[in-house]
């Protein structure tokens, strides 16, 4: 039995004795060792095992349990079509087999995987079997659906269990669409022989092939269960489909499944061989075929469609010819930006059919095919869920709703500018944009020699915990540092060499320098450990999100690290993946089972779908606009067991904003999603809130809208919030509190007082004249909003407002004749972020005087109950006992033993209140903040003293902000926006393609 075999007989002990427990204690696992070890004479495998031997996995198997048992997951939510009905019926269920995805489930369980997650892909994998169309149907179908999940959270695991249940059902042809590069192709290929074929190649360095992954739980074909029919596939690591393969022995009477790029050449051979084999007379093959388009969001989309119905871009055309060629045929694209699928045209059926040529014998052969309408998901679209161990960008950067400490893991880079510009001097002194062929870069930025360096003390710490993890299915072997600096190709292959460079004098100066002097590279090493390491490792279990756990994140220091550096120098290899170099990363093991150590240095190739191995050190500075492309860039979004207080993402602080404003967009739509779903809503009432949300704009590829006109926008239905506030301009605090004060005392006679607030009614004139006063407000768009209120007007909505100011916040005092107001005022307490804070929210603060409400979320809403003002009690406690009912009925869908109480302690969210208010009725919430809090003036904070001296800051005014609530509106009175209004410029630069296969072929 091996060592792995022995850790899941102990792990499966430990939870079954832990159901006996309601409370799982520290002492309950030396009780269950002494337990397990007293009988394990009794357990086949573990007593032919030594005493150090036995105890070592004991302890491997709790930690995994320990780490594992906490993860939590919600279920999948899904928007259907209206009058959707499934033909999965309880009866078909009964009918079908279980054989692929049994064995798929089963493999995920003995590869370690949570029992919670292993459910909850069993259940959405069927929920989204039973969305597609029905396989065994006798008439034509044409089924478009589209999954969303995290970028790099398992949606491949996802697209591989609905697969195995495919094939189950009876789909008998499977095209995998795997984005536009073969890296990633051939990435996906693998996963595919191992999820769901069971053969294929072991091991890419010696080009041999076997069963694998799944074929070690259960064997299906000649070789194995005869009952169960083997699916094939033509398509290998090595090949795609082209000619060569095209030409082999490949029959449809067979289970198939092809993983193919999204390559004009590829599936134009795909469109001549599926149309060569249709019999004669024949117009379309009637064998059930399913399409999974993964990265549907990438070269998919039909970008030439506005104008007109018979125009389409290449890629997406050829998808459509194929669906064409079949009569019962499933679309499922996958993705984790849906914006521009959804913002994508719906095209009605051409007249027109679409046109091939390629060389045949030596001649050119035209062929034209028809086309399906669209890939718009009409049908369906599904949103999963990430498990609680994934760290994505919500646990990174900035979020209004998730109230998650941010992990730090963000370091600001400020001196990459000048090896890598956007823009260079002509000779006659006036700038250019830099082009490929300028000389750059000449030298590494200090920074990224540090990032370097970074990756170096990432790999000793991860290897000064193999002895914890040794026989772990949690260790990832693999080591990898990514450096996405810009989309030039010569420019990765000169940061190519230096880094060469850089990393060979690394290892000499590590090898031949005492580890005890401190002047030379031990020393540099322990500052840099210091700086970036010592305070992360040593708390990272502060910043976990709940029901996240990892018992191999153990403390270390830099002496404990410090014996490891030769060996984790040792063997890096150095990478530029790009079509010049034809480098590839392909991570294998050596025969000790040490894995690789890359430094990959990229563009566009690494920027979608290819995952990266033990990936801790991300140096990230390519410039790129607002899209939705710049979270697909996120390779460090993921799962990181036993060194996540290893990473480090070293970003430009604009990036951050931008992944900041792309984080809260999303963040925002995915609530509206569920929102949705709660109201029986379709998919096309969400692609109308995509459209209108004020973040699309800014969050979607530039060539999805470049054509339209204009965009509709609305703020209905939302909380906006004043969230970033500039407090080194001394000027701009004291007006906007003079102001303020104005206002109000121009209103004096009209506000009233209740306690928690001061309460001023006023018309819709006023509040705009209000929302005109000056602030101190960072990126809040006050004319949007006030033309979204003047359109609301003009419909008889939100004529009436309410202007609410906090009275009983906890910081300091204001006196009522410092405010106008009848009796005094306690501040409200936003604390300014610490030296030991992540460094992105310090780093704006001292550096450029920015503070964000965040550390936890973006949001300065004190409570959700400061939004029930326009609410009678009646209407409250209705909002509030339907609220508790909802949250329990979700616990006890979870299996919770005490839902009702859990649901009871949860705190009410602002839209309980908010979703209820009338619609003629809106609410602004203004917040005075305490600055003396801001600046932590009672902390001894040297460089916020400093600050506040520099710039004549005055902390006994407050900063003031705002919270404005939109209630529901309907119809929906949002207005239009010019695309000249935004950053709308084109993505720098078309995407680099792979090889292209060229249809001349003969």
Known sequence: MTNSECIEIIKSFIKEKAKEREHILHSFFEDIKIEITNIRSFFPGLSALDEVTFLHLYNVAAKEFQSVNPIEIDPSTSLTKKDFKTWLTEDRKKQLQYDYINRYLTYLSKRGRSEKVVDEIKISSEKILSKLGDPKSERPFYVKGLVVGSVQSGKTGNFNAVINRAIDSGYSLIIVLSGIMEDLRSQTQMRIEEDVIGEGSLDISKDNKGDKGVGSVRKFGEQGDQSVRQVFSITSYKSDFKKSVKDTDFSLNNKNILVCKKNTGVLKNLLIWLSDYLNENKEKHDIPFLIVDDEADNAS???????????????????????????????????????????????????LR???????????????????????????????????????????????????????????????????????????????????????????????????????????????????????????????????????????????????????????????????????????LEKTWNRYYATIVQNIRAYLPEGYSDEFLVSKTFSEVKGHLIDAVKGIEIKAVNSETGDKLQYVKDSSGNGKKIIAVGGNRLSRGFTLEGLTINYFIRNTNYSDTLLQMGRWFGYRPGYLDCCKVFTTFDAVQKFDSTTRAIEELEAEFIKLKRLNKTPQDFVLRVRKHPGTLKITRPSILKNTKVVNWSYQDQLVQSTRFKVNDADRINQSWEAFRAFINTHHSQITYDDRFFRLDLSFIQLIEFLNLPNTFTEFEIPSIIRFIELCAEKNKLKNWTIAIKANGEGGTLNANQTGLTVNLGLSVRSGPKPESATYFREQFITRGIFSASGKSANIVSSGSDFDLLLSDEVKRKAIADFRLERSEYFRGKDIPDFAQKALNVTIPEKVYREIMPDDHGLLVVYLMDLKAIFREEMQDSEMDNMVIKNGIKTDIPLIGYAIGFPPISPDPGGEYVHGDYDLDDEEGEDEWDEILETNED
Not at 304 to 316: E, H, P, Q, R
Not at 496 to 505: A, F, P
Request: include cysteine.
């Open 301 to 351: 989309l039909n970008n030439l469609g506005k104008k007109g119905v018979d125009y389409a871009s290449k890629i997406n055309g050829h998808i459509r010819a194929l669906l064409n060629l079949f009569t019962r045929k499933t679309y499922l694209g996958y993705t984790a930006t849906p914006f521009a699928n959804v913002l994508q045209d719906r095209n009605g059926l051409s007249a």
């Open 354 to 524: 679409w046109p091939v040529s390629y060389r045949l014998n030596g001649q050119t052969v035209d062929k034209d095919f028809g086309q399906v309408n669209n890939i718009f998901p009409d049908d369906f679209i599904e949103l999963l869920n990430p498990p609680s161990n994934y760290i994505g960008a919500k646990q990174i950067f900035e979020t209004v709703l998730n109230d998650a400490l941010k992990i730090p893991l963000v370091e600001i880079v400020n001196d990459a500018i000048a090896e890598f510009p956007s823009h260079t001097l002509k000779d006659d002194g006036t700038e250019r944009a830099t082009v490929r062929n300028d000389n750059f870069p000449v030298k590494l930025p200090r920074s990224l020699e540090e990032a370097t360096q970074c990756f170096v003390l990432s790999i000793a710490l991860r290897l000064s915990r193999i002895a914890d993890m040794t026989d772990s299915g949690f260790l990832n072997p693999h080591h990898t540092m990514l450096v996405h600096i810009s989309r030039f190709i010569p420019w990765q292959n000169k940061t190519k060499d230096l880094l060469g460079i850089y990393i060979q004098k690394l290892e000499e100066d590590i090898n031949n320098d005492l580890p005890n002097n401190k002047k030379l590279i031990y020393g540099t």
